[in-house]
């Protein structure tokens, strides 16, 4: 089974920019939907990005303009780049790869936004 090993992450100030990658330990192409999560304290996961293929992709409002997931088939990674960061984006994010044959998380990595 593929396995996704995450990232980048760590603390920034509001306004700033973060970049997160998930690289697969075999070919990331085995995925047929690529997704970024995030998790707050206490809370429920929540898709922060939804990529099924380059011209599919979906953003949650709160990410919209802000937030670009895009994938190097070259490199077997997933990438979430992060601009325009709030302290509300402080969380623990999550990248998921599914397919046939099930799906796959990434360990988690955490992001501080804060002054």
């Known amino acids: 089974q593929v396995q996704l090993v995450q990232s980048g992450g760590g603390w920034v100030q509001p306004g700033g920019s973060l970049r997160l990658s998930c690289a697969a330990s075999?070919?990331?192409?085995?995925?047929?939907?690529m997704e970024w999560w995030r998790q707050y304290p206490g809370k429920q996961r929540e898709s922060v990005a939804f990529?099924?293929?380059?011209?599919?992709?979906v953003y949650p409002d709160s990410v919209k303009g802000r937030f670009t997931v895009s994938k190097d088939a070259f490199k077997n990674t997933l990438y979430l780049q992060m601009n325009n960061l709030k302290t509300e984006d402080t969380a623990v994010y999550y990248c998921l790869g599914a397919g046939i044959k099930g799906s796959t998380w990434g360990q988690g990595t955490q992001v501080t936004v804060s002054s």
């Open positions: 075999g070919s990331i192409s085995s995925f047929e939907v």
């Open positions: 990529m099924a293929s380059p011209t599919n992709i």
